[in-house]
């Protein structure tokens, strides 16, 4: 058992909204050139990805993601959003929803 | 979060000066479109916007309609008949001559959109044989099949192709600047528009620009009733970064504006994604619902009886044509034109459970082409919904398997289409939508000169292809105009007044941030401006926003560019709450086309209440008057739209 306790932040809206995955991306900032509402600012040290600084401005519009030439951007609906876009499997009528616990995809 | 040190260089008291004929405010597709057609007519242009003019705005985060394109080869309405059935169905509050303009100019403005790159026909025949598919043209098209006024477009790089074309056409763009006020002759409102200022929401540098004519293009408010907190602004369909400032800055430049006292519900006001929950309505018009059990839920016509599956997408007998209510806002009050709907008695059958909740969507049962209209070619090009499908199809959704399930609520909201596909709606929280604007003559000026304005900032109902007809139309209008116009002259005194007005916020550190006075704004407008009104509670909402203003706005702080952008835009909503609410003491009767209640006023709609009242400002005064609802078809202005059209539209007779 991990005994350490920290003082963190407790994000009361929705947390992340936006992941930019660090392995992809090249820090060219075309996200941060896309956005309306400035929910990311550029990092100070060049080539490093983007800061999501005002996360609960984000629109969920997507537009950073139809800009990013190399995939890197991951829209994190947040779950009062995803829980009730669920779905009926007609075939066995299994339930589900929009999940995004996997790293990859969406 | 921890403080970080700002990203931008700060110029702060540092001053832009521009230069320009046509002065076009705000980027999204009424702006761009100005724009263009103001730089195809010569003239100089300079463009500004807040956020990014490559993706911002309403549309700009996609669309997969273009409405009433009544010159399209294919359509068998007429401009006129579409205007008239529509103006009637709102019960003449809507403003008939830009409705027109759109019916008539539409389709030519969505040529003009295809050479751009926006695909607007099925090139690549996915749709071959489909009953909405013109095999010669290869036009796609929604709702009614059998009038085909409707286009189904790809639309989801609309924004980044109208942004290649005003740069190509050598148009000033300015992103990340906001406009603060609109500048008038010797800082007289009402007198001649002649340029803005502005603000960069990244460095804080003034703008100060000069122009022979102004385009405003701002639509109407976001964010008066309704908080971002708890759930952020992702949860709204709307651009959250319109905040009133077109109505305010025009109301401030002396333009007359009306139908400030029509709200409408919130969509989503709790949270749930537009267009991706089961719904029937919109951009899924004509989709198979079942309930829980699988029976389906049916369609009927606008005599109560049941329908076969391809009378959802026909009129009815003896019926020339139908509108959907994605077109206009409520069609149910209006026979003529009512369209096909789901089972009119649906709520009373959930209370009895005769359908059982949940319902689903059940996209598997349709034809493969409407499905794929649906689910491939709409949701995917729709506002908001490019990541949304890519989401769903990651998550395991298959269309030709799985049922998207209707969000659940009260069997009454079952009843009322609209909110299928956006979830239940509060009825405290309300928005400015589908009336509140800015009145202008058959040239799309406003009553200050030079000042024109474009998109839903213009009263009435607006929508995409309405934002950028009008966009065009009034672009050509201003370069003209700015053609013989003189040349601006700046009021050095008014530059310097709104200078020390906007850089006041930076002063104070201790004062309130923007969110926390934009909660206070919501709060008294959903308490004592919600649907049901009355003079007592609407004036003390009022002294209580003014109070807001004079006390917790005028010490807030903002410690950067963007937040000090954030609380002009609460001092935008400060004052649109504040016409809202003069608005509303104006009107003296209820009216069920303006979801407007007085408690003191009950009566609903009688007959010497059936006109447009109109707010402007008048020195330190504000003026209420009164205008026809066909004002425009009342002299100085002929008696028929066409005739209007002909006189005005700088085109002459059109092409039949």
């Not at chain 2, 286009?151 to 074309?165: D, S, T």
């Not at chain 2, 056409?169 to 001649?192: E, F, K, Q, W």
């Not at chain 2, 799985?402 to 239940?424: A, K, N, S």
């Amino acid at each position: 058992m991990n005994s350490k306790a920290v003082l963190a932040p407790s994000p009361s809206r929705n947390g992340k909204v936006i992941e930019i995955l660090e392995e992809k991306c090249k820090g060219c900032n075309r996200c941060v050139e896309a956005c309306r509402s400035d929910v990311f600012i550029p990092n100070l040290k060049k080539g490093k990805p983007p800061i999501v600084f005002y996360p609960e401005e984000c629109w969920y519009c997507g537009c950073c993601i139809q800009e990013c030439k190399h995939g890197a951007i991951r829209l994190l609906l947040p779950l009062y959003q995803r829980i009730a876009i669920n779905w009926k499997d007609k075939a066995t009528g299994e339930i589900n929803y929009v999940k995004i616990n996997k790293k990859k995809g969406g | 979060m921890e403080s970080k040190k700002w990203p931008y260089p700060v110029k702060y008291g540092r001053e832009k000066r521009i230069d320009t004929d046509v002065l076009v405010i705000g980027g999204g597709i009424a702006g761009c479109h100005a724009a263009i057609s103001a730089a195809k007519m010569g003239a100089r242009v300079a463009l500004m916007e807040k956020g990014a003019t490559k993706w911002s705005g309403n549309g700009g985060a996609g669309v997969d309609h273009w409405q009433a394109a009544c010159t399209n080869p294919c359509c068998k309405v007429t401009p006129e008949e579409m205007t008239s059935a529509v103006v009637e169905s709102l019960g003449g509050y809507e403003c008939g001559l830009k409705r027109f303009i759109q019916c008539v100019e539409g389709y030519d403005t969505l040529l003009e959109v295809e050479q751009m790159g926006v695909k607007v026909r099925d090139t690549d025949d996915e749709f071959r044989g489909a009953e909405f598919r013109d095999e010669k043209t290869k036009l796609l098209f929604a709702y009614d099949y059998e009038n085909r006024y409707t286009i189904r477009v790809w639309g989801h790089n609309m924004k980044p192709a109208l942004y290649n074309e005003l740069i190509r056409l050598g148009v000033a763009v300015y992103d990340r600047v906001m406009a603060t006020s609109i500048l008038t002759d010797n800082g007289i409102p009402g007198s001649r528009a002649v340029g803005a200022t502005g603000l960069s929401v990244r460095t804080g540098e003034f703008y100060v620009f000069s122009a022979k004519a102004v385009i405003l293009c701002i639509p109407e408010a976001e964010g008066l009733w309704d908080s971002p907190e708890p759930h952020g602004f992702g949860r709204n369909f709307h651009d959250p970064n319109c905040r009133g400032d077109g109505l305010a800055m025009a109301f401030e430049a002396g333009a007359e504006l009306t139908l400030l006292e029509k709200t409408m519900p919130t969509d989503s006001s709790l949270g749930y994604v537009p267009y991706a929950v089961g719904n029937a309505h919109n951009t899924w018009h004509g989709c198979t619902i079942v309930d829980s059990r699988g029976l389906e839920v049916g369609w009927f016509d606008r005599e109560g009886s049941p329908i076969p599956y391809k009378g959802r997408f026909l009129p009815a007998r003896g019926q020339k044509f139908f509108v959907d209510g994605g077109s206009i806002g409520d069609p149910r009050n209006l026979y003529r034109i009512y369209p096909p709907v789901i089972d009119p008695k649906i709520s009373q059958k959930i209370r009895c459970l005769e359908y059982v909740l949940p319902l689903y969507a059940d996209l598997p049962s349709m034809p493969e082409h409407e499905r794929n209209a649906i689910f491939g070619l709409m949701i995917r090009n729709e506002g908001k919904t490019f990541e949304l499908y890519n989401i769903l199809r990651g998550s395991g959704f298959d269309p030709k398997n799985c049922m998207l399930q209707v969000p659940i609520f009260e069997p009454e909201g079952y009843g009322q289409p609209p909110t299928w596909w956006y979830g239940p709606a509060i009825p405290k929280l309300r928005r400015i939508g589908r009336g509140a604007g800015v009145v202008v003559n058959w040239e799309l000026m406003t009553c200050v000169e030079g000042l024109f304005a474009a998109g839903s900032i213009i009263f009435g109902h607006g929508d995409h292809a309405g934002a950028a007809t009008s966009g065009r139309y009034a672009g050509r209008q201003a370069a003209i105009y700015a053609k013989r116009a003189n040349e601006p002259r700046i009021d050095e005194r008014e530059v310097k007044k709104e200078e020390e007005r906007l850089y006041r916020f930076l002063r104070n550190k201790d004062g309130l941030r923007w969110k926390e006075i934009l909660g206070g704004i919501n709060r008294v407008m959903q308490d004592y401006c919600s649907v049901y009104k009355h003079e007592t509670t609407l004036r003390i909402g009022l002294g209580l926003l003014r109070n807001i203003r004079e006390n917790e706005l005028s010490n807030a702080h903002a410690p950067n560019p963007h937040e000090l952008g954030r609380i002009i835009e609460c001092d935008f909503l400060l004052k649109t709450g504040e016409i809202v609410i003069l608005s509303s003491l104006a009107r003296k009767a209820s009216s069920s086309y303006l979801s407007f209640y007085r408690f003191d006023c009950p009566q609903v709609d009688p007959p010497e209440w059936h006109k447009l009242v109109t707010i402007r400002k008048d020195g330190s005064d504000v003026k209420i008057g009164e205008l026809p609802l066909d004002y425009y078809l009342k002299p100085p202005y002929a008696s028929s739209y066409e005739e209007n059209y002909v006189n005005y539209s700088k085109i002459g007779r059109r092409k039949k």
